[in-house]
């Protein structure tokens, strides 16, 4: 499913995240939850408090860094033994317009070199392994954007959306053997079909409006002709409603929560909310 | 084994490189067999030729593209069927200082953005799967280079260096299995071992002086301090004479050479000469 | 842990077990639930009873078959829609001798053939990929019952007895790197370094008192001189107190239930307890 | 394909295999190369000869031993360094017999004991993880075997038949993605599929007249009706000319050799002529 557009319309989106843990040995934080400055999406306002054992950190306790080629916004902090919760606002508009231009596939000697590593197979995305399979069964398509079609049909028609099916190991081999997954299956399995006919593929994750029940998601940017155009074979929800994070090769690159020692989450809230526009 | 160096010591290497290959139907490639341009490596002179049925092809036939992200630098082209050779060569200074300042490992919150994604998961190099399994060897020992040590040190004594004991889909998990492997292998499982204790370590491919047989090798560049320090798990020769390629996450990145379309390699030959000054 | 057994010691265990199922549509069941008739283990009553919504079926609508390679008794019915329950009860003496005769381990070609399937790797068993890990860390041992102790202590030493570790697809690799697992991944991974060894080697399930949680048990049959000895590298409670079951390659020939169709399990509940003796 | 077989037709085949073996240090031999006694099989002569460096050993110094559950012929010796030739040669009279009766494929409570263990997923053979994705595309054929007809027809069309594609540690898994393999590969495939429809399969090796090149051959038995029926996915010559060696879950049940030790294999000449009837 891509997204429809029109011309040039604009959505005000409301997102929010909490999350809250508890620390047993001092631990180090990753947090990837902060949404990610694009052209299409203008953070309006942005507010992340930090709070251990119900008391606001001050802003020196904690840093935000981008990494150079995503620009993945990450949160660290060092927290020490006991409760903590973070609480993450923002309010985005989102600017959708035509994609113009091109629709073909370039063939991998006109594309751009920051989309190459996009090609790669990666952690949970083994396109080495689907290469034979791939051609076979779509080698003889028109190479455009009907071609990643015709994959994003695939994932969608033959795998079941089935909560508590995958794991944090399962790979789009498992998943293209299981026909089950979550949201992170449907994109590797899409990323692996999209890498094995040489199209650059990757992970993206998100806020989603109307997303049930609401939760962190995951979707896909494939290459197509001159730009990075957004699937989700889920299809659980517009992605007119998506407000994307991070980038990433797969799932083990945006990770919303990472930890060095003995960490257990205790809860996570998540919300997404289109505003009726003023 | 780290590189032992002396005070900003000069070394000259000349490189070559020649691929050639017997191409059945038009294919596009992707070639990663220039040296990397770094500081510590100054490039003096560069040649590259690429020969269509052994007559030389214009310099608008193919183009030279670096990676953003690595800066990899990678040659392209379109190949009509028939015979294809190219011929690399370079001359490189390797400029050897001594590595100053602290040997300590970094927590995870200190870490440059740029080191970030060399700690997630990989193709080849599934870390994720290999968390307590380090911890329970290596977690009590000091956090710093004499850690990473413990591992060049544990790669080395559990893995025989065995020619053709591996495939191109051969994972760190197999070789911690196989105890066995080539350069490819030793680099992974070293890899493995180090995200999994949260180190950032990458993947580097480059060419040796004194490797027997001459191939491409690969060793492993883990952050330390404030720098990149490179390890070789199999001990073939010194790394004084290494001069780096191309730098991923893994095997999957720096392929020296990749296609579409079906192309049969008819020979590759490597050398990796130093020079004695003048 | 090996049995410590006294000279003919006499032990009457009663065994239980109830599991409670929900069909949607008719279904087949297999269940292995029946204590194994064994020299050393005498059957003294037993009683199966079969209830479609609670009301019992009559014996003519299932049926008992031992499978010949191992004896294993296995019972079959076809169900109709609605809830099924199945209560299992058998009192059983257990009969333990001091194994006297030869502790070596038989070269392969002294080996009874009954005992050579359990060299071969199996599903969750893959002892082809430990051969060269299990030569360099055991292979210069004695060849009698010390190595396969070595080799009981090796797993269960690196090896943390976690509920929820693992699942129904996870086999020796998987816990050999996740350091991790339940009964069956123990039993696995002692199996998969026997048979790496040489050493025929194969799982059993059973009942076993004093175990907390109750539940089905699995543990380790090896074929030591000429007998099978039973190890288990859990140690959770003495195996004076293990009713064998089923026997098999791995834990995939001995599932207690197995069906075609959407079956639901509601309950399952597990006892063993000794009774001392009159 | 199945076998097309006339009214009780009768075939005379002579089948022979010579190995040669390197020993470097003592090893022990087990050779699964003997045919198969069977109903439909007579063996009319029978020759085994063992040779160490060039000598034939007395027959006291080789075994041959039966498996109980399979009846698989294995001889087994004990070789001293140096090199080794073993010399086997039979002929054999096949007796086709038109298969009557059911061609319906038994429900699960209705199958003989003996087939039971058939219906297990198996080391190459992980028939568990291809459960929904047999039931999606199969599960609605009617259950005879035209049904198993259609699983071949599927995995002769989507897998090429290619040498050197795959290795000693290839899974259906593998092979389902990588879509090329060998015998082993496709009966491996076809294998796990009907195991994963509830339909009892098992590996059987074999001579194979006709077969180009001359090399040991893999297929399949299915359980159908009341009788094992043939086949081979590969098609590569017709299953009259079949005579069978030995059987088991999967290739790691019915290896022609296994060895302690290091041995190298020298050679390897298989054949298999039918005779024009006298």
Same mark, same amino acid.
């Not at 009907?146 to 049909?153: D, Y």
């Not at 930890?259 to 809230?269: A, D, E, H, P």
């Given at each position: 499913?891509?997204?429809?557009?029109?011309?040039?319309?604009?959505?005000?989106i409301d997102?929010?995240?909490q999350?809250? =843990?508890?620390? %047993?040995?001092?631990?180090?934080? /990753? #947090? !990837?939850?902060?949404?990610?400055? &694009? +052209?299409q999406?203008?953070?309006?306002?942005?507010?992340?408090?930090?709070?251990?054992?119900?008391?606001?950190?001050?802003?020196?306790?904690?840093?935000?860094?981008?990494?150079?080629?995503?620009?993945?916004?990450?949160?660290?902090?060092?927290?020490?033994?006991?409760?903590?919760r973070?609480? =993450?606002?923002? %309010?985005?508009?989102?600017?959708? /317009? #035509? !994609?113009?231009?091109?629709?073909? &596939? +370039?063939?991998?000697?006109s594309?751009?070199?920051e989309a190459?590593?996009?090609?790669?197979?990666?952690?949970?995305?083994?396109?080495?392994?689907?290469?034979?399979?791939?051609?076979?069964?779509?080698?003889?398509?028109?190479?455009?954007?009907?071609?990643?079609?015709?994959?994003?049909?695939?994932?969608f028609?033959?795998?079941?959306?089935?909560?508590?099916?995958?794991?944090?190991?399962?790979?789009?081999?498992?998943?293209?053997?299981?026909?089950?997954?979550?949201?992170?299956?449907?994109?590797?399995?899409?990323?692996?079909?999209?890498?094995?006919?040489?199209?650059?593929a990757?992970?993206?994750?998100?806020?989603?409006v109307?997303?049930?029940?609401?939760?962190?998601?995951?979707?896909?940017?494939?290459?197509i002709?001159?730009?990075?155009q957004?699937?989700?074979?889920?299809?659980?929800?517009?992605?007119?409603?998506?407000?994307?994070?991070?980038?990433?090769?797969?799932?083990?690159?945006?990770?919303?929560?990472?930890?060095?020692?003995?960490?257990?989450?205790?809860?996570?809230?998540?919300?997404?909310?289109?505003?009726?526009?003023?």
């Amino acid at each position: 499913m891509t997204i429809t557009e029109t011309e040039c319309e604009t959505t005000c989106i409301d997102v929010h995240s909490q999350l809250i =843990y508890e620390v %047993a040995n001092a631990a180090e934080f /990753q #947090l !990837q939850i902060a949404v990610r400055p &694009l +052209s299409q999406q203008s953070i309006e306002s942005e507010s992340v408090k930090i709070y251990h054992n119900d008391q606001q950190i001050d802003d020196s306790q904690w840093s935000e860094v981008a990494i150079p080629a995503t620009e993945n916004r990450c949160y660290r902090f060092r927290a020490e033994p006991g409760q903590w919760r973070i609480d =993450y606002d923002a %309010a985005v508009t989102k600017i959708s /317009q #035509l !994609q113009a231009g091109s629709h073909c &596939l +370039s063939p991998i000697t006109s594309l751009p070199a920051e989309a190459l590593p996009f090609l790669n197979p990666s952690r949970y995305c083994e396109s080495d392994r689907f290469l034979q399979l791939a051609e076979n069964q779509f080698g003889g398509l028109k190479r455009d954007d009907s071609l990643v079609e015709a994959l994003e049909n695939m994932v969608f028609n033959r795998t079941s959306y089935t909560m508590g099916s995958s794991n944090a190991q399962t790979t789009a081999t498992d998943t293209y053997l299981s026909t089950e997954g979550v949201c992170r299956d449907f994109a590797h399995l899409l990323i692996v079909l999209c890498r094995a006919l040489r199209i650059p593929a990757r992970y993206t994750s998100g806020y989603l409006v109307e997303l049930q029940p609401p939760d962190f998601h995951a979707a896909v940017e494939v290459f197509i002709g001159d730009h990075w155009q957004i699937y989700d074979a889920t299809r659980l929800a517009s992605l007119g409603g998506f407000v994307p994070i991070a980038i990433g090769l797969d799932a083990a690159d945006v990770a919303f929560a990472s930890f060095s020692g003995k960490v257990n989450m205790l809860n996570c809230t998540i919300s997404a909310v289109a505003r009726t526009s003023a």
